[in-house]
């Protein structure tokens, strides 16, 4: 099978770079060297994984993630930017984005996150069950929607992803470590918070109490295991 990548990036040496490696691994790229093309061209096209700088002109990439996932767009989206900001980062995942890495970085680092989303996305798109049902919460895993008391709940795409994951292993304990590997791709763990942050957004949106979670349910000094 070959992959298809939308590479949105305005510095022509690195997007020549990058393009020319990435045709060498045998994925088939297209590029664009700024935001509202990539916008439009990721909208218009049939892309597997989207490589998105945020640093660009006419739409930055932190506006093209957003408004990608407002419009129900679901293809992974891994962010390339300079910035190394712990809010940036934050950001980043907050408004969509499946992962993040900053330059400069090493291209085999770049090529096992892409091998990892790209497999990830495979996994879920074959993925027998076409929803599931907890308490008042229903989980339709073909619209990525989540709803609550008969009404659709605004989660980010990490965050459906993250609770597609604690369902899928429903009552194991899973700990930190591990959802950073198999939900976010991380080989090693560069953010300690990720995981607990986005366990919080999800509760908050979920939960009768937060505080108490019924379904969600914190296992000290192990991880987190859903209920549902």
């Given at each position: 099978?070959?992959?298809?990548i939308l590479?949105?990036?305005?510095?022509?040496?690195?997007r020549?770079t990058?393009?020319d490696?990435?045709r060498?691994?045998?994925?088939?790229?297209?590029?664009?060297?700024?935001g509202?093309?990539g916008?439009s061209r990721a909208c218009n096209?049939?892309?597997?994984?989207?490589?998105?700088?945020i640093m660009?002109?006419k739409?930055?990439?932190f506006?093209?993630?957003?408004d990608?996932?407002?419009?129900?767009?679901?293809t992974?989206i891994?962010?390339?930017?300079?910035?190394?900001?712990?809010?940036?980062?934050?950001?980043?995942?907050?408004?969509?984005a499946?992962?993040?890495?900053?330059?400069?970085?090493e291209?085999?680092?770049?090529l096992a996150?892409i091998?990892?989303l790209?497999?990830?996305?495979t996994?879920q798109?074959?993925?027998?069950?076409?929803?599931?049902?907890?308490?008042?919460v229903r989980?339709?895993?073909?619209?990525?929607?989540v709803?609550?008391?008969?009404k659709?709940?605004t989660?980010?795409?990490?965050?459906?992803?993250?609770?597609?994951?604690l369902i899928?292993?429903r009552?194991?304990?899973?700990?930190?470590?591990?959802?950073?590997?198999?939900v976010?791709?991380?080989?090693?763990?560069?953010f300690?918070?990720?995981?607990d942050v986005?366990i919080?957004?999800?509760?908050?949106?979920?939960?009768?109490?937060?505080?108490?979670p019924?379904?969600?349910?914190?296992?000290h000094?192990l991880?987190y295991r859903?209920?549902?």
């Open positions: 099978m070959e992959y298809r590479l949105v990036e305005d510095e022509p040496g690195l020549l990058l393009s490696r990435l060498s691994e045998g994925y088939v790229v297209e590029t664009a060297a700024d509202e093309s916008f096209e049939g892309f597997d994984l989207i490589l998105l700088d660009l002109p739409k930055s990439g506006d093209v993630c957003r990608l996932r407002q419009t129900g767009f679901a992974p891994l962010m390339l930017t300079a910035r190394d900001q712990v809010v940036d980062k934050v950001l980043g995942l907050k408004i969509g499946d992962d993040y890495l900053t330059k400069p970085f291209m085999l680092e770049l996150r091998e990892a790209l497999r990830r996305a996994r798109f074959t993925a027998a069950p076409a929803g599931y049902q907890f308490g008042s989980v339709d895993f073909r619209k990525t929607e709803v609550r008391d008969g659709v709940v989660v980010s795409a990490k965050e459906f992803q993250l609770l597609r994951y899928e292993n009552g194991e304990t899973l700990s930190r470590e591990r959802l950073l590997q198999e976010w791709g991380y080989t090693s763990m560069p300690t918070r990720t995981v986005h919080a957004w999800l509760r908050q949106k979920l939960e009768d109490d937060p505080k108490q019924h379904w969600i349910v914190t296992i000094g991880g859903f209920e549902g």
